[in-house]
């Protein structure tokens, strides 16, 4: 078992800790945040994510996972040392490094010898460097190790990875760093930093470009009468293509796609490589959060100026509590530019968003409602009572921009009922 620091407690870091923790690593998770850390430290935890609450009281309890405030209080004492800070898109779309950086500096005077520093954050080709440098040290390696949870299944994709990969030029330590991963079953890519790297952006804005395909397939579907669904099924049973990403929807979000398919972009343009098709992906998401908006609009009437939508659905995904780059927000954000006034429900129980009235039932958010917007495609929509919906709204029309509800039982109440892809 091995003493493990982790630098950044977030949706990666929390997850990585309390996961390692539970094979039976030894774990200090640091933050600079010291009210984060004070919760964690009582077994709070600050997200939602399944199961993370139950790993880290476990680890809690087992004397193998604590927290600290100030990243050179973990590091003092670890073999291994995991980089799990935001690299947020910097001003030119490539990714900010000053998060990277900063913890490295933090770390490197007082990580002991021969200690393993690994990037778990998404960072572009050639940070090994830059984090080598920041550490100031040549007795310590920097192993690159890019992370793939799913938000809102993370402990799950953690614990039972499609794949590890591992980035390095010291082979010692890329062994060390995959003996880490003890009694978890997974192939595992030992390559060199720069392809480590390269694999995590090259995965993402593959994932980006599905989602912006199958809703640029949904526009034509619309043009020339088709059904979505049918087409996504019949395309993902080819195994070459398959179900995953297939869905059609607002367009994606999050804290990950916006900022890794710019950093892409950038990335290739900066190397010399117009990455012309990624470019498309990128506009071709940011047209569908407007053809939803104009979709809402549209059912409205075209009458916008006072129109009042109620929504469901903030996150950008269901089963997680992240707002980051929410293309549901981003959407009612459009209609409120243009003088709509939105009420909103979301599960996950959200705080004020500017320009949003954000209410806690659904139904109150429809209520005086002309618009019903879908927008994040949480289950627990579909078994909503319609006719109490009916009854609340003032007018029967909904835009379900997730292809969640049942239509027909909509329709059947007399709703004028838009989808995305099929009529
Ligand atoms: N969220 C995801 O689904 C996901 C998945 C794969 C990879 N990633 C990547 O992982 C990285 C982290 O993402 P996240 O979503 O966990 O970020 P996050 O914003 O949720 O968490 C980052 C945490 O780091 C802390 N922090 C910042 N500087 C620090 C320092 N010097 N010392 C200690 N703590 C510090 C912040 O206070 C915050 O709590 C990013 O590069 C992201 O792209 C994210």
Redesign the pocket.
Known sequence: MSKIAV???????LTTGACFAHVGHEVVC????ET?VRRLQRGEIPILEAGLDNLVREGIDGGRLSFVVG?ANAAADCEFAYL????PQGADGSADLS?IE??AR?IGPVLPTEAVVVN????PVGSTRVVERALGRSDVAVVSNP?????GSAIHDFLNPDRIVIGAEDQGAAVRVSALYLGITAPVIVTDPASAETIKYAANAFLATKISFINAVAAVCEAVGADIKDVALGMGYDTRIGHEFLKPGPGWGG??FPK?TRAMVRIAEDAGYDFNLLKGVVTVNDEQLNRVAEKILDVAGGQIEGLRVGAWGLTFKARTDDLRESPSIEILKRLVARGAVVRAYDPSGPDGIEGIEVVDDPYAAVEGASVLAVLTEWDEFRWLDIDKVADLMTARKVVDARNLLDRAAYVRRGFEYRGIGRA
């Open positions: 630098i950044g407690t977030g949706y990666v870091g640091a933050d600079v945040d984060k990243a799990c800070v935001p690299t998060y900063a913890a933090e778990k954050s998404t960072v992370e793939f949870l799913r938000e804290s990950c890794d």
